[in-house]
């Protein structure tokens, strides 16, 4: 920004003890990261931040996704807890995180007792970390599937259960495992949103910290000397 800043100088030297600088510049700062966080949200909303749009779910998730009888979904929507989880947290008089917070946590999975009936929920996942796999990717992640292992029985089962439902489906059945398969690989392609966002806007969200706070100060003709 450039204007007069001396101007500005004498003018906020008879402002008063700071107090009314500080409570100008809290507001404009809040209002700015809750500006940046509905941009975060739009972004699930949209497929991805303005410009950089996700890759598309693979055609074994889109399969996966309507088994579950979720039909076609967009990247990283299946529940909205993440984009759910964007938040604005004050660390000090200068300083509030934008994103998705360490203590933010998804809902834990219910399962079902011998009689079929709903067991608590478990503790839940830090989305911190899936927001981080998904913001830079992740792999490859080498899953053991062998017959006698405890990860190749429940991955077994799960495929099992995949073809149950997407038999009728023709070429796009999804097929048990073989028996000689001993293990899966996945991989997962980075969907960036925080990275992006704050590139495109840092600059912007600086100006707008400052314009805010110079607009909240009330002072007459403060505004003028600067563009």
């Known amino acids: 920004m450039t204007g007069n800043w001396k101007g500005v100088g004498r003018i906020l030297s008879t402002a008063g003890n700071g107090a009314a600088w500080r409570r100008a510049k809290r507001r404009a700062i809040l209002r700015e990261a809750h500006r940046l966080r509905g941009i975060m949200v739009q972004s699930f909303n949209k497929g991805g931040p303005p410009g950089k749009r996700w890759k598309r779910l693979s055609v074994f998730t889109q399969l996966v996704s309507r088994a579950k009888g979720l039909g076609d979904r967009r990247p990283l929507m299946n ?14 008089a200068d300083t509030v995180f934008v994103g998705v917070h360490r203590t933010a946590k998804s809902k834990g999975q219910r399962g079902r007792d011998k009689q079929g009936r709903f067991t608590s929920r478990g503790p839940g996942s830090k989305l911190m970390n899936i927001a981080l796999i998904h913001e830079h990717g992740a792999g ?3 899953i053991n599937t062998s017959p006698g292992s405890a990860s190749g029985r429940r991955v077994r089962n799960f495929f099992l259960w995949l073809h149950s439902k997407t038999k009728n489906h023709g070429s796009g059945a999804i097929m048990p495992l073989k028996k000689t398969t001993v293990g899966i690989v996945i991989r997962i392609p980075p969907r960036p949103w925080i990275g992006p966002i704050w590139e495109r806007e840092g600059d912007q969200a600086a100006q707008n910290i ?9 002072v007459p003709g403060l505004s003028r000397l600067i563009r």
Do not use: W
């Open 79 to 92: 529940s909205g807890a993440l984009r759910n989880s964007h938040s604005v947290v004050e660390v000090d």
């Open 140 to 142: 490859p992640i080498y």
């Open 210 to 218: 400052m314009r805010g706070t110079i607009a909240g100060l009330g």
